[in-house]
């Protein structure tokens, strides 16, 4: 999404936001369908339960409903819901006694790559990008899921998971080598030193 159709969807949503603080369902039901499938993503980076991702996501609009009108924006709205879906995340998967999901499997990453290309050559991209994907740390996962996949910057990401810029950074490199070194061989090509 470039910086403009970012901007307008912000807009869009800071004025559901204030609609929501004035007890406007509706704004609340078009927010909800705005970012649930959105926040599910990100969430089957911390875990597979689809169970545990529901209740997040509702505890996440329970708050945002809760708390529409101490929305400071300070960050666009959709910072601030990662933000609260990632804390929630994590609480309910402490409280369930459930471990981050560094056990992934590619069925645990939706399809959505390469719209309008061949399926056979989506499907074989998804699989490898998941099994990849599966290879990293939650931490990793959670934060290029974050950058790549929903397109926020390191300072959104770090506000998100309330750590440090540099943080971000050191897992988004790791990630990144990390992928770099096993993309090739999960796809059964090898790389050539110094490329």
Known sequence: MNEANARTADAIDRALLQRMAA????????????????????????TRRPDIIE??????????W??????????R?????????????LKALRRQGVELADD???????PGLGEGTDPGEDRELRDLLGKALALLSADQRVVVELVYGVGHSLN????ILQCPVGTVKARLFHARMKLLNVVPALSGETREQGS
């Open 55 to 64: 209740e997040v996501v509702n505890d996440c609009f329970w708050i945002a």
């Open 23 to 46: 007890g406007d369902h509706a704004a609340l039901a078009a927010l909800y369908r705005s970012y649930h499938g959105r926040l599910c993503r990100f969430l089957s980076r911390l």
């Open 77 to 89: 709205v959709s910072t601030w819901l990662m933000g609260i879906t990632y804390r929630c995340g």
């Open 104 to 110: 992934l499997t590619d069925d645990a990453f939706p």
């Open 156 to 159: 959104e990401v770090a506000a």
């Open 66 to 75: 809760q708390h529409a009108g101490d929305f400071r924006g300070d960050a």
